[in-house]
């Protein structure tokens, strides 16, 4: 899998879970839900998101690398 699906793949879980989480445990819960929101909504304009770049540390191979037709 490359790095774009195992970012979209942590995003989600993270949502999912605090979700979860606000709705079963605690509101507090919800500020991370927004901090995901947050952090998707700058990297759209910034094109620099600090999981991508953790996950490319750990060795998750990048887009052009998976795409080598595009």
Known sequence: MCTERYLRLLAGIVVL???????????????????????????????????KTLLERLGTRSDPECNPHH
């Open 17 to 51: 879970v605090s979700l979860a989480l606000g709705l079963l445990a605690s509101k507090t819960w919800f500020v991370l839900t927004a901090l995901v929101g947050i952090n998707l909504l700058q990297s759209a304009f910034t094109n620099w998101c600090p999981a």
